[in-house]
T-cell receptor, first 114, second 115 residues
């Protein structure tokens, strides 16, 4: 009964390929996020989806795109993968877009681009 | 703009001793502050938060944090460290006056508790 689940846990692929990472939360939360954690453990927000409003970090390449089929899912699609995309990607959710609700994180997807 | 700083990349402490992990913040208005812990190969887990009220906030696993408005700090503390507390700790801030609900995270502090 994992609260926020991501699949796959590990993803190894070659440059130029297109891949997707799936995220599902069973907490009934309204807001979901995607974060990228680099090799130095720095967390960078990529996207947030709240009540059908998508907030995009303008520094994220447009090769990355989120897809939300419903409130419980926020999948991440990556086109034309590059070496620099190698990182751990975390999905998270919070109860709503309020300022006092903490984030609940999945266990991450380690993406390795060769 | 909201920002948060964790000045120490690593903190070393002996088991049984008190520990402190430092965090300072910068916001336009009143901050909403959070601490998270990350164990190896896992996602971040929420420990505690400060919204308003008492400056000393108690959280999970015996951790607490002290909000100090004049020093713009929100240090994480525990009276007696355990080896199992060894992990990566992140401070995060939200600034309601800034309009965005998306939190900004610090760069993380690695806590190592020696037996």
């Amino acid at each position: 009964d994992t609260a926020v689940s991501q699949t796959p846990k590990y993803l190894v692929t070659q440059m130029g390929n297109d891949k997707s990472i799936k995220c599902e939360q069973n907490l009934g939360h309204d807001t979901m996020y995607w974060y990228k954690q680099d090799s130095k453990k720095f967390l960078k927000i990529m996207f947030s989806y709240n009540n059908k409003e998508l907030i995009i970090n303008e520094t994220v390449p447009n090769r990355f795109s989120p897809k939300s089929p419903d409130k419980a899912h926020l999948n991440l699609h990556i086109n034309s993968l590059e070496l620099g995309d190698s990182a751990v990607y975390f999905c998270a959710s919070s109860q709503d877009g309020s300022f006092n609700s903490p984030l609940h994180f999945g266990n991450g997807t380690r993406l390795t681009v060769t | 703009a909201q920002s948060v700083a964790q000045p120490e990349d690593q903190v070393n402490v002996a088991e049984g001793n008190p520990l402190t992990v430092k965090c300072t913040y910068s916001v336009s208005g009143n901050p909403y502050l959070f601490w998270y812990v990350q164990y190896p190969n896992r996602g971040l887990q929420f420990l505690l938060k400060y919204i308003t009220g008492d400056n000393l906030v108690k959280g999970s696993y015996g951790f607490e944090a002290e909000f100090n408005k004049s020093q713009t700090s929100f240090h994480l503390k525990k009276p007696s460290a355990l080896v199992s507390d060894s992990a990566l700790y992140f401070c995060a801030v939200r600034d309601p006056s800034g309009g965005s609900y998306i939190p900004t995270f610090g760069r993380g502090t690695s806590l190592i508790v020696h037996p």
